[in-house]
């Protein structure tokens, strides 16, 4: 059986809250509310919805303020929302849709009327999310080629960092497919909180599959972005490894031809490929570009990133 969907219900007017509850529950949905903008952004950030009904008109932030924060958040931005507005004016219902709706409802409205607008959109979230990992939430590779494409498109300066974890095969056999995928997890976690700490914006994180993720922002983050991660990672690794083996700095497992190895503590590998200074044209282009930087990344003893350099 399939788990119920959450959606949260952001309305500053308690009637008009009350009944879309109400009928929301009735419908065999889960319930959560907000009472303004703010109340709300932090609730969506904690118990990440499956939809948001939200007012346009708020006190402290109105629909719209809080529909682009959510987009601009890489933990958030994938959470649909339907906006309730008392403007009827063709603008005003524009404005509202660029900020990131993917619906609206116009009061007054008819209760049937917003279920099934409820019904649709959770139909094309999930069929959208088809491509996110389960494990991370983040999106696959299907929608980090999109997003590769899309940048290719635009005339801005971008940079994709691509992140692998060294030594991650040789964790997993010492310590566990479960321990495994909390790292794997925990780390999806980490790239968020760094994207919110630094106010990154137009940052897409995506993982590739494994230990392999991909961040691609503007270029002017890219180094702070991989500096931070790297400082963060090598901290918080340490916590997944038993005191012994933190202490020694290695583990003994398997290589690929079977014999017992040293595998140093995981280190954090980054290639950065930019189009500063040479034209990036192709996904199998900027995959070449990253895929030489990684050799030169693994070169090295320690968690570092490579980026590209060459001019044309």
Not at 31 to 43: I, W
Not at 262 to 267: A, D, G, H, S
């Amino acid at each position: 059986m399939a788990p119920q969907k959450l959606i949260m219900v952001v309305d500053d007017d308690p009637f008009i809250s009350q009944i879309i509850t109400e009928a929301l529950l009735s419908d065999g949905y889960k319930v959560e509310r907000a009472n303004d903008g703010l109340e709300a952004l932090d609730k969506i950030e904690q118990l990440v919805p499956d939809l948001v009904i939200m007012d346009y008109m708020m006190p402290k932030m109105d629909g719209p303020e809080l529909c682009r924060r959510m987009k601009n958040s890489p933990k958030i931005k994938h959470v649909p929302v339907i906006m309730v507005t008392a403007v009827a004016d063709v603008k005003e219902k524009v404005h509202l849709l660029e900020s990131g709706a993917e619906d609206y409802i116009v009061k007054p409205f008819d209760l049937e009327e917003l279920l099934a607008r409820v019904k649709v959109v959770l139909r094309r979230s999930t069929e959208l999310g088809i491509d996110l990992n389960q494990m991370t939430k983040l999106p696959g590779n299907v929608s980090i080629m999109k997003e590769i494409d899309n940048r290719l498109k635009s005339a801005e300066k971008f940079g994709i960092c691509y992140v692998d974890l060294g030594n991650f095969k040789a964790f997993n056999d010492r310590y566990g497919f479960d321990y495994g995928n909390r790292v794997i997890t925990e780390m999806a976690k980490l790239m968020r909180k760094i994207i919110e700490d630094s106010d990154i914006q137009k940052c897409f994180l995506g993982h590739i599959g494994g230990d392999d993720f991909i961040a691609i922002m503007p270029i002017a983050f890219t180094d702070h972005f991989c500096m931070e991660l790297i400082s963060r990672f090598d901290m918080f690794i340490m916590a997944f490894y038993d005191p012994e083996d933190q202490k020694k700095g290695y583990i003994l497992a398997k290589s690929r031809t079977g014999e017992m190895t040293r595998f140093p503590i995981m280190r954090l590998r980054i290639a950065v490929v930019t189009n500063d200074k040479r034209k990036l044209i192709s996904a199998g282009q900027i995959s070449s570009i990253a895929a030489e930087l990684k050799e030169k990344a693994k070169q090295k003893d320690m968690s570092n990133y490579v980026k590209d350099e060459r001019r044309e």
